[in-house]
């Protein structure tokens, strides 16, 4: 009989909500059977209401229980590299949220302590998996566009209200920076899949509001070891009528261009003309990812998305805003 990964939350916030949580149910060998929150009341909430049988206000305990037998932590990023160090010690995967965690000093701590203790250590940069952003790279691996190039970002759009208000996504204590690595985190993961490690990184950046004090505009031009190079600019304090999520790879014979959050139609430009292709996210849209380290763990699958790539993104964040 194969045996079921019984999955514990650590910090079951809003992204645990849709994205993340109930898919912890619905793959095949999987289920979600603990939460944890520091108010216990919350932590009540969403276990009624999602059925899951235990809950927590103190994560050591969710940790220790013998019931759980893998952690996913969704808490913000200053405590993801605690946790996960706490989880892996008890013997117990662990699958983080993204970024990995606040700097690239924690991801190296927490991959020091996956190779000692021989435990896995994944990391919730699902793009990787989703339909659309792997059509790109079928596009790209196909020849489509000929040879890649360069790789241009740009992503721009106005402050939201938690952002005015100084939520924790821009405290830099909280979450390592701005959003720029909440956001372009995901973006630098997915070229990372796309073409490998980025050899070469650097940037400037700069704080334009009255609302908080990270970075608030970033430029950035890096290249890869295959000798594409790539360019980006964000901006989330910028007008409404500059509000733009581009990404485009550019080659010798087309050029691909995508959303990187939007997940507007993929879009191939040829001499032959424009093709177009949907996203088809699931659901729940980190279904594929969680399925993808249920079966790494239960049958020694591999799985797209570790702590070792990750920690990569989260070098080149760091890289390109260390000047700003």
């Avoid at 206000?57 to 893998?70: R, T, W």
């Avoid at 940037?203 to 430029?219: A, I, K, L, P």
Wanted: charged fraction near 20%; include cysteine; charge should be neutral.
């Amino acid at each position: 009989m194969t045996k079921i990964i019984n999955w514990g939350i650590i910090g079951c916030g809003d992204v645990t909500e849709k994205k993340s949580g109930p898919a912890f149910n619905k793959v095949d060998h999987s289920k979600l059977i603990a939460v944890m929150r520091r108010n216990l009341l919350k932590a009540k909430d969403y276990a009624l209401r999602h059925h899951v049988p235990y809950y927590y206000n103190d994560a050591a305990s969710l940790i220790a229980s013998p019931e759980v037998d893998a952690i996913y932590i969704a808490t913000p990023p200053s405590t993801h590299a605690y946790y996960a160090i706490q989880a892996m010690m008890a013997g117990k995967p662990v699958y983080v949220e993204k970024p990995m965690a606040s700097s690239y000093k924690e991801c190296q701590e927490m991959n020091r302590v996956s190779k000692e203790t021989g435990v896995p250590l994944f990391v919730a940069y699902y793009r990787r998996t989703l339909p659309g952003f792997l059509k790109v790279k079928e596009l790209i691996e196909s020849d489509s566009i000929g040879k890649p190039l360069a790789v241009n970002i740009r992503l721009t759009r106005p402050a939201n209200i938690d952002e005015q208000n100084k939520g924790w996504r821009v405290d830099r204590s909280i979450a390592g920076g701005g959003i720029f690595h909440d956001l372009a985190s995901h973006q630098f993961d997915f070229l990372d899949f796309l073409f490998g490690p980025i050899v070469e990184a650097q940037g400037c950046s700069s704080n334009n509001n009255h609302w908080y004090e990270v970075e608030d505009t970033v430029s950035a031009c890096y290249k890869f070891s295959n000798g594409l190079v790539g360019n980006g600019l964000w901006s989330f304090v910028a007008a409404n009528e500059a509000k733009e999520d581009t990404m485009e790879i550019i080659g010798s014979n087309g050029v691909v261009k995508f959303s990187g959050f939007d997940h507007q139609a993929i879009e191939l430009h040829t001499q032959g003309g424009v093709l177009e292709f949907p996203y088809l996210n699931p659901e729940n849209i980190q279904y594929n990812l969680i399925k993808q380290v249920t079966e790494s763990l239960l049958f020694g699958k591999d799985c797209v998305s570790t702590g070792l790539s990750a920690a990569r993104t989260n070098k080149i964040l760091e890289e390109i805003t260390r000047n700003g």
